[in-house]
DNA sequence: AATGAATGAGCCTTCATTCAT
DNA sequence: TATGAATGAAGGCTCATTCAT
């Protein structure tokens, strides 16, 4: 019973997480989520009131999702291939423009920006990803430092300013346009900071 | 009479960027630009037929208000007192609250990109202003390093990731929330990576 | 122009009018209203957004419409003519199926009350014809004694009893339901407490 | 089992009871008994399919309840005693604002109207209370002046008019609103027009 | 009998856009 | 040109009522 009513929640932030994707955040309406789903409104309503509480539905159940496409690694991986495979992900991600919900973050963000709707640190998923991003990174680079393959004084500055160029690139992806070349560039700039000559 | 049409027209960008600057792109309807200038419903459609044209107006316009507050600088200004400055007015744009225009510039080009709807690149001038910042950078940077008060081996590239690295920074400050200490951080970082020690 | 808008506002609320006789104030819909005037949906909300709003104007209009049906009488009057005549009125009033908005009043108030809005007694016209009702009656009694017609001791006493009672027929013949006869017993009940023997 | 189904009827009424005391009749919906009684929702329409069926169906079970609070009486109590003691319950029911019906009765009445629905006199109890109390009065009357307490040449018509007063102060204190002392001034006065100077 | 998820009709409200003046 | 009243589509929300379990 609990079970048959996490399911349709389930199915419906499935169904919701494709419009959000394909939409962004601003442009979808409760009623695009009861197309996409084939429930009644009435139905949708039973479950979740707005559509922002579905984004952050969404959001929330993203985690799971979020290792999918990784490839994995052998096990003597050296740092600089964990680093460029995170960065190829990171291209992956920049680039994407199916099934992204990208966008939609942004617009949410801004959307609770102007509703002054503050989540609790705990609750904000996409703030924890990027600041787990950083302590990866540092750790990442550390790692690199001991193994004698990357050169860095600052290692925890350095994994914000990658973070930050990353976020600045995925943002301008999404407004200014970017091509694949100019990605590549920069990640290879990147790379090149730390990589020892 | 194109006279007085110009000025009306330049009065409602004036209204209207206020109306931007504090509710975003998305959340603008025409009535409230309309409530914005004292001016009629009709009135404005003589003038223009949707908000984005509006705001698309409002952008061209941008660039005669833009130099507004810098210091100036001496005659004799060193690149570093330059690069200094320059990362002053960024901070300063990455924090500012009120009357900026980088959440409803987000929204608009979030936007058109829903729309399909492709910016010619000699009318896009954000994305001329963002290829110009690189430029400025890579010419102070080379300035810097004949002079002797900065080191690096590839100006353009570093003057490409500045640059990223400030949009993400500015995203972030609108997304996730950044503190002024942890932007002093990492601009602090950036500077760090140009002055020879 | 202002006319004009004055003239639509009229028109809605005669239209509305209608609608309120027939339905009550419960049952009408702002829909109920844009059908009877024959406007858009949005056309109605230029002028009011809401159905109380509509009938508290309705109210306020009443006014002017309230003495139509009243039969003249002679100059030479006696107070028994007058309170006769009253009383016929009230006759009417009470028993009036059609066209009455008597229950739709009974309604909005009682939804006043279950919203907690409390009209100032200035604005509150129902209120201020009942008041004026007693003053009246007590007027016309004080003058039919001092003619020698009536008999009462205590004038101001009496008008508030006949006022309530008058109330009490007009609910009770909504609810209860109550017969032309039993109104008439009840009416000259009352005028034979008045007259003298 | 009929007993068992009995039992949850006479539940429900009693919570159904307090919901409209509070929230009248027509605020009333199927959900918020649902919510009062704890029952689901399909459950409910085992018993009752409508809100006017549980609405009767509680005023029905309303006798048993009614006389509550009646002060008991001596057994020598005069006329005038049981007149005042009378006057007394009905002020309070006048004037009370909780856990009353009455506007809810006066809701219920209204909406029969519109629905065009009649209740036949054998099964409408608040007419036959109504009724009975002139009874009642008329007996009382007749008690007094038998007594040689009260005077009155019409004790039928005076119990008619005492009960629509009473009717009147009861709706007007839903509308109008009526202070204790109004009450107690329009009592007094019926109480006067008795009692033998 | 009992449950409560699901349905869909019905109402409310806001806007972009038009058009007579 | 300018005005602003009017329109109607689009979206939001709530409830009575049904129905598979």
Redesign the pocket.
């Known amino acids: 019973?609990g079970e048959k009513?996490g399911q349709?929640r389930s199915y419906i932030l499935e169904c919701s997480r494709r419009v959000f994707a394909e939409k962004g955040f601003r442009n979808v309406?409760?009623?695009d989520i009861v197309a996409a789903s084939n429930?009644?409104?009435?139905?949708l309503?039973?479950h979740f009131?707005?559509?922002e509480d579905i984004f952050s539905a969404v959001l929330n159940s993203e985690e799971s999702r979020d290792g999918e496409s990784t490839d994995s690694l052998p096990e003597e991986a050296t740092a600089s291939d964990i680093l460029a495979l995170f960065m190829k992900e990171q291209k992956k991600e920049i680039l994407k423009k199916k099934n992204s919900l990208t966008i939609a973050i942004y617009e949410y963000y801004f959307h609770l920006n102007y509703k002054k709707i503050k989540i609790p640190p705990k609750e904000n998923l996409i703030k924890q990803q990027f600041e787990t991003g950083i302590l990866i990174l540092e750790n990442l680079i550390r790692d690199g430092i001991s193994a004698g393959e990357f050169y860095c004084e600052d290692p925890r500055g350095m994994a914000g300013n990658i973070m930050y160029t990353l976020e600045g690139l995925k943002v301008a992806a999404r407004t200014l346009g970017i091509s694949e070349a100019a990605v590549d560039k920069e990640l290879f700039y990147i790379m090149q900071g730390l990589i020892m000559e």
């Open positions: 019973m009513s349709k309406t409760m009623q429930i009644s409104r009435g139905g309503y039973l009131t707005r559509v």
